[in-house]
């Protein structure tokens, strides 16, 4: 388990990287640090690892204070986003590379390179320098070398940034796959939202140097505590449409949908859905957020389409053909929306 106090970070300048960092991770957890760059999240990962000190609060792991300990006293293994095999060294010896600073024998760290090899599919490549590898096997000598020191954490800083598309998917099942077998607790910074939602058991959103909100994936999707959390969270962007509530209802976009209790004409309300919770029609109605569609974006087997009017921009995500043509008139009818007082997470809400 790895726990955080009141962890602060000031670099020269006054910038305050680490903001009263208060966090616990659970004993075989696969927990994601996710947010936008300079947010704090690689910077809170290298104090775990001891490569920063903390300005300020502490770190445990298992229970023991760290926060002074150098990073080789920690027992954790940082896999980086550059991979930082040693070029002059074939697969084996990267492998056994911090087996061979513990001084474990030769012949020992040779063979526990060799058994770690085999089960990430490495046992051709041993005898390979790293400017022989791809991308791909790269990662996975990187991952060998984290392997066989038998860490008490891993921690990844964007270990997959570097992969095209498709081997970025590859990686990214294996990588959970791996971690499940080893049950070994572990922390992944990442910028992309996809990856963090498919990897971890629950992901925390950071910005500006603090932890904006913690939850599992459904939690983080499906109930994004702030506006910028909604923002920053989906495939595609969420709508977040300015609102006013009155005795009539609530007044978004052209469409009046019925208001939720406790919200008054003073507040400033912000009606949030995802595109993927809209269902489009030609047919007009009151409910529905009116449009002159604009733009369409091909995703596959959907399509983002873009309504435009004088009020704001709507997104919808409609299956593949049954987009209407662009220059015509189209209504967005929100199934699923959040409500948002004061860029705060109000209520839920659900149209039928």
Request: hydrophobic share 40%.
């Amino acid at each position: 388990m790895i726990s955080l106090h009141g962890l602060t970070k000031v670099f020269p300048g006054g910038v305050h990287a680490l903001d009263g960092i208060d966090l616990t991770v659970n004993d075989g957890e696969f927990f994601a640090l996710l947010g936008p760059s300079g947010c704090g999240k690689t910077t809170l990962l290298r104090a775990i690892a001891g490569l920063e000190t903390p300005t300020s609060g502490n770190i445990h792991i298992n229970d023991k204070d760290v926060t002074q300990l150098p990073p080789g006293s920690r027992d954790v293994a940082m896999v980086f986003q550059d991979y930082a095999i040693f070029p002059h060294m074939d697969v084996t010896a990267n492998i056994a590379y911090p087996l061979r600073i513990k001084k474990i024998p030769r012949n020992q760290r040779t063979a526990k390179a060799a058994e770690v090899a085999s089960r990430l599919s490495l046992t051709e490549l041993l005898h390979r320098r790293p400017s022989k590898l791809s991308g791909g096997q790269q990662q996975r000598v990187a991952l060998a070398r984290a392997i066989a020191c038998h860490p008490t954490a891993f921690l990844f800083d964007e270990p997959l940034s570097n992969l095209d598309a498709r081997l970025r998917l590859e990686a990214r099942t294996f990588l959970k796959r791996l971690q499940r077998d080893l049950a070994v607790t572990t922390v992944f910074v990442t910028h992309d939202q996809a990856e963090a939602l498919a990897l971890a058991d629950r992901v925390a959103v950071m910005s500006h140097g603090r932890m904006i909100q913690i939850g599992t994936p459904t939690e983080i999707f499906h109930r994004p505590a702030t506006t910028f959390v909604a923002s920053f969270i989906g495939s595609t962007p969420m709508n977040l449409l300015p609102a006013h509530a009155t005795t009539e209802g609530l007044h978004v976009a052209g469409a009046t949908l019925p208001a939720p209790p406790g919200l008054t004409p003073d507040d400033t309300i912000t009606y949030g859905v995802r595109p993927e919770y809209m269902h489009l029609t030609r047919t007009q109605r009151p409910d529905a957020f009116p449009g002159t569609v604009s733009v369409l974006e091909n995703l596959g087997t959907h399509t983002l389409v873009t309504l435009e009017s004088p009020d704001a921009l709507i997104q919808a995500v409609v299956p593949e053909g049954d987009e209407p043509p662009i220059g015509t008139p189209a209504w967005a009818l929100p199934l699923r929306a959040l409500i948002y007082r004061d860029d705060e997470l109000h209520t839920t809400s659900r149209h039928t």
